[in-house]
């Protein structure tokens, strides 16, 4: 019993440390627990194209869980996707079919009591070909930006000159890509190919303006020969891209319309300029007879009564009067006296000459039966005592020595007979006044003035007709002026030419009649004949206009620079600026000039409102006026005043209704039922 409580004591003991023990045992396992632990080995993983499988490592001591690629059909496996400790993390992806984009996912790891861990998934998109980066800049083509200048083709002279400005986006342009820009004129099916230019990226190695990657521009320009073939056309640009070996083409891009012709409606006749006739339809003219007398005395010397000058005189009043187309208009008689003092009373020596030969000339003319000029009414008188204006004007026409020293010593005499005087002492000195002036003034003079009335102009057009030799120069060259018939003017100009060749002025005349029914070679010969027998300005001007209808402008200039400055001169320098495309140089020569040109100029430097003023100041009924009126109105939003105009000018014109129609200064009426109406 002793033995039984012995060991029911033992085992209480043992059984009190064992649970003592095991106490300490626990309350020390409870002190010294880890905390929750979750680490990846790789933040990044990295696939190439091909895809493929890639591991990382998980670090943990609790149970955790991966998510966020669910959706992700491009990572086909994240294995395993939870787990609890350390585990090797398997992630595989498929391959990237894309050239464009690379491929970016994130792993999360998550446990409880911690936080999160993330890996990124990258895959690399596919490798661009050369191919692939062309089409790249083929399909963003539309954000390039293409400016023209001007906005609308225009031919200026000869050509179509424009500039074309490309400015390219930034990272637009490869680096290693070479462009090339062709510009191309497209009427209908028809091409015209125009010079090209390069552009290169900023790797490529060449001498072509370079666009950089960030961005950038180039311009050109072009001077295009104008072809009427192109006169409705458009400007389109066509562009090929090169990159290594292969090249690409762009879809064709319309840059402007085209192309404004307005200039070739520039009248390029010239004007050539008629030299002018001296024909007066009525002229007048003047007999004149004197009687000489003996120094000092007033007796009429039968001599005198009898010579040559009077009896020619006699015979021209009487000539004069037997001819209609001759009127006597005034009759007068004057009886003078030398200036000098040697006779008695020069006042009545005068007039006792003037009786003696008014009594001559009155016998005379009334047996001649021309009484009604020395008729009282008819006919008036003077007298003048002192000569002094006849001495002068014979002393300056004579050979007497010392005259001019004579002459002044005696002007510084004012009083007549201080100088009547002082003539009388020089004439002691200088034998040869007494001999050969005294006697030339000594005299009484009659003159007969009369009126001539010539041809009218139905006379000179009625005698060409019958016989145009009898006509004299002056009246065969106003024949000319006489009519506006071309083909006439031309045949009175080749009469007057073969009537009177040595006159400069009938074979410019016949020159520029020949240039105005359009035979400008034959012109030019009549004006080569005519600058031989007179090289003026009129006929320089005439060689320029034949030189101007020729094309040699350089010529023409030549000529026009030393043929003065006539309205002719300076229309023919304007018109030639304005075919030369010179506008402004144009509007100055033409100044004031109400001619088409001149309104033209004005509207092709888009002086529109002062073209039309000069338009409606042209006095004629030239289509070409209204075709002009009928652009201000399109240029000008002025519908009425377009299509009026441009209705006239159809009618009169079918050269112009046919223009109409592929003019692109009415290409906004184009689709107009109205306009259609009118060029149909």
Request: proline share 3%; glycine share 4%.
């Amino acid at each position: 019993m002793y033995l039984l409580q012995t060991i029911k004591l033992f085992n209480m003991k043992n059984f009190l440390f064992i649970a003592a023990l095991i106490s300490v045992v626990l309350a020390g396992c409870k002190k010294d627990k880890e905390p929750p632990e979750l680490r990846v080995t790789a933040k990044k993983l990295e696939f190439a194209v091909e895809g493929g499988t890639k591991t990382f490592e998980v670090k943990s001591n609790t149970a955790w869980t991966i998510t966020g690629y669910t959706g992700t059909a491009w990572i086909t496996s994240v294995s395993p996707a939870s787990g609890k400790g350390n585990e090797t993390i398997s992630v595989t992806v498929s391959a990237n079919p894309s050239k464009t984009d690379t491929r970016r996912a994130t792993l999360t790891l998550t446990a409880q009591g911690i936080s999160s861990k993330k890996v990124e998934i990258e895959q690399a998109e596919a490798p661009l070909l050369e191919i692939d980066i062309l089409e790249m800049m083929k399909d963003k083509a539309n954000d390039v930006i293409y400016t023209v200048n001007p906005a609308v083709l225009e031919l200026i002279g000869n050509y179509v000159n424009f500039s074309i400005n490309c400015s390219y986006p930034a990272e637009y342009f490869d680096r290693n890509v070479v462009m090339t820009l062709t510009p191309v004129l497209r009427s209908g099916s028809d091409e015209l190919i125009l010079d090209t230019y390069k552009v290169q990226g900023e790797n490529v190695d060449g001498d072509n303006e370079v666009i950089k990657y960030s961005g950038g521009s180039s311009d050109f320009s072009l001077k295009v020969d104008y072809r009427s073939d192109f006169q409705l056309s458009e400007l389109i640009l066509k562009v090929t891209a090169t990159l290594g070996g292969e090249s690409l083409d762009f879809e064709p891009y319309k840059l402007a319309d085209g192309i404004i012709t307005t200039s070739l409606l520039a009248e390029k006749t010239g004007k050539p300029t008629y030299a002018s006739d001296k024909y007066i339809p009525i002229t007048y003219d003047t007999y004149t007879a004197d009687i000489k007398y003996v120094m000092c005395q007033s007796d009429v010397r039968a001599s005198e009564t009898t010579k040559p000058e009077i009896i020619a005189f006699t015979e021209a009043v009487i000539a004069a009067k037997a001819n209609a187309r001759i009127n006597f208009m005034t009759a007068h008689i004057t009886g003078y006296v030398a200036p000098s003092d040697e006779c008695d009373d020069n006042v009545e020596l005068a007039n006792n000459r003037l009786a003696t030969g008014k009594e001559f000339f009155i016998n005379n003319f009334n047996a001649a039966g021309v009484e009604e000029i020395v008729n009282p009414i008819f006919l008036t008188e003077s007298v003048v005592s002192e000569d002094w204006d006849g001495f002068k004007k014979a002393m300056e026409a004579s050979d007497v020595r010392d005259k001019a020293l004579i002459l002044r010593v005696l002007s510084m005499y004012s009083d007549p007979t201080v100088r009547k005087r002082e003539i009388r002492n020089i004439s002691a000195a200088y034998e040869e006044i007494k001999e050969k002036i005294f006697p030339l003034l000594d005299r009484t003079e009659m003159t007969v003035n009369v009126e001539i009335i010539g041809l009218s102009d139905s006379e000179i057009n009625a005698q060409f007709d019958s016989d145009p030799s009898k006509l004299k120069l002056e009246e065969i060259l106003y024949a000319g002026t006489l009519t506006l018939d071309l083909n006439r003017k031309l045949a009175i100009y080749q009469a007057a030419a073969r009537q009177y060749p040595n006159d400069y002025r009938t074979m410019n005349n016949l020159g520029v009649a020949l240039l105005n029914v359009g035979r400008t070679s034959e012109a030019k010969i009549a004006l080569n004949e005519a600058r031989i027998l007179e090289d003026n300005a009129i006929v320089k001007n005439n060689l320029a206009v034949v030189a101007f209808r020729e094309g040699n402008f350089l010529a023409a200039e030549e000529f026009l620079s030393n043929a003065g400055s006539s309205d002719d001169v300076k229309y023919n320098l304007g018109s030639i600026n304005l075919i030369q495309g010179h506008y402004s140089e144009a509007i100055s020569l033409f100044g004031n000039q109400r001619e088409v040109n001149a309104a033209l100029a004005k509207l092709l430097v888009n002086q529109n409102q002062e073209a039309l003023s000069t338009l409606n100041l042209i006095n004629n009924d030239d289509a070409l006026v209204y075709y002009l009126k009928a652009i201000v109105g399109a240029r000008t939003q002025n519908t009425d005043l377009m299509m009026n105009n441009l209705r006239t000018a159809c009618e009169k014109s079918a050269v112009l209704k046919a223009n109409a129609k592929k003019d692109i200064e009415f290409g906004k009426y184009f689709q107009d039922n109205e306009f259609l109406s009118i060029v149909q």
